[in-house]
């Protein structure tokens, strides 16, 4: 439990911090920007405290908006993906979802693929929402997170492969 | 009593979520309805330390750049210090000095953003060299935004690049003015609204910042004119404007500070008062 909590601050600071120094530098093609830093709140393990949990992913949040300027969008986003997260397990796991027997960061497969897609979408179409606020403005809300859901999902998949955590 | 605790024990969880999102959504409508109560932004000690060490990183990617900017500043200056002279002995009209009104400090820009619907630049300098909240922040090639709030170090500015920071601008030449906004589009370009259909105006005309504003110096450009749509059910134009500055990339950047603003407020705002007394 203890070295649980230890792995997860150290991934809360890393993750964060690539963020904030690398990615938010990246605009690609002018304003598609990758949001790595979700990968904390999908990659939480899965049978710890939950409300923990979710002050965890809210200030992970708060400190997004604190560098990028935008209010409480990130930390908005971050909630929500946190509190209904064990919706989209159980939508991508089914059955084995209620055992607690899987591991998110273990092997890839279309589970997983399905788990991560969906939590992705939903954030950041909330962030989306949220920051450009404005209903007319629909159909930008739909292609940014279209295009944003791409670089995150291709670059979470980057580093899941990268740091595959020791393997049990 | 015993039942309340008992039911906010078994329900903590829940509790903690709706509160923690009662926050950050107050937080998020906030910073969109009235842009001057953000409480969370990077003018704070430890964000902004922390964009000014990336900034000087990538500093470096862009001195050849920057080089040629300053050259070319360099140049354009030189060409008003030669041209003085002849203008001097040429004319005796007195032009008025304005510049005296106006105090002009440089700094850097260590954070910019312009994809979103309000755009936020961050400066490193603040409050302990003489920044104050609503100086005007200008480039080299125009416009880029008012200071929103400082701190000792770093100063944060609402961009020209904000849909809800309406400024003065005027067609240069004719004193037809209107507002500047941004439909939070398109980072090239702003929109000139409520200009009178009275106005003479074509394609390529330069727009500047107007006298109405206490803010900018008169004169200051901002962009040129690129399409012109006429308003079917009132009798204004909508201008689209290309702005000169690359908003995308800003490296140095001037605070122009009005010594006398505070005067013209004051007298403003008496005038306008004083009809109510009597």
């Known amino acids: 439990m203890n070295s649980n909590f230890i792995l997860n601050l150290i991934r809360f600071i890393v993750l964060l911090t690539i963020q904030i120094v690398v990615l938010e530098q990246v605009k690609l ?42 209010g409480g969008v990130h930390a908005t986003a971050s909630l929500l993906l946190a509190y209904f997260r064990p919706f989209f397990l159980k939508f991508a796991f089914g059955l084995s979802y209620e055992y607690q027997t899987i591991r998110i960061a273990d092997k890839l497969s279309v ?29 930008e809300i739909i292609s940014r997170t279209i295009l944003s859901t791409i670089f995150t999902f291709a670059i979470c998949i980057i580093s899941l492969y990268l740091i595959k955590p020791n393997k049990r | 009593m015993q039942q309340i605790i008992i039911f906010l024990i078994k329900n903590s969880y829940k509790l903690l979520f709706l509160l923690l999102l009662g926050i950050s959504l107050t937080l998020t409508i906030k910073s969109h309805s009235y842009h001057r109560s953000q409480y969370i932004n990077s003018s704070s000690a430890f964000s902004g330390y922390t964009y ?23 140049a354009r200056l030189k060409e008003i210090l030669f041209n003085k002279k002849d203008t001097i002995l040429e004319s005796k009209i007195v032009v008025p000095n304005i510049l005296s009104d106006f105090v002009v400090r440089q700094a850097k820009v260590i954070k910019n953003s312009y994809t979103k619907q309000e755009n936020f630049l961050t400066l490193g300098k603040g409050s302990f060299e003489g920044l104050k909240t609503d100086m005007a922040v200008i480039s080299d090639k125009g416009v880029v935004g008012i200071i929103e709030k400082t701190s000792k170090n770093y100063a944060t500015v609402i961009s020209i690049l904000h849909t809800k920071n309406p400024l003065n601008g005027k067609i240069k030449n004719s004193d037809h003015f209107g507002s500047i906004t941004w439909d939070g589009k398109n980072a090239g370009y702003v929109q000139l609204i409520d200009v009178p259909k009275l106005a003479t105006l074509k394609k390529g005309d330069t727009i500047v910042t107007g006298a109405q504003s206490s803010i900018f110096p008169e004169n200051i450009p901002i962009g040129k004119i690129e399409q012109i749509f006429a308003e079917k059910t ?45």
Request: hydrophobic share 40%; glycine share 4%.
């Open chain 1, 111 to 139: 589970d997983r693929f399905t788990f991560i897609i969906s939590a992705i979408v939903f954030h950041h179409f909330i962030l989306f929402c949220l920051e450009l606020y404005r209903f007319d403005l629909f159909f």
């Open chain 1, 29 to 70: 093609g002018g304003w598609i920007n990758p949001y790595l830093y979700i990968l904390f709140i999908i990659l939480y393990p899965i049978n710890s405290n939950k409300s923990g949990f979710i002050a965890a992913s809210f200030c992970l949040g708060l400190l997004m908006d604190l560098f990028c300027d935008s």
């Open chain 2, 52 to 74: 000014s060490q990336i900034n000087s990183v990538k500093e470096y990617f862009g001195l050849q750049q920057k080089n040629e900017d300053l050259a070319r500043e360099n």
């Open chain 2, 234 to 278: 009132s009798n204004k134009f909508v201008i689209n404007v290309r702005l000169f500055n690359d908003m995308t990339s800003l490296g140095y950047v001037y605070v122009i500070e009005n010594k006398k603003k505070k005067e013209k407020e004051t007298l403003e705002a008496e005038t306008e008062k004083d009809p109510t007394k009597q």
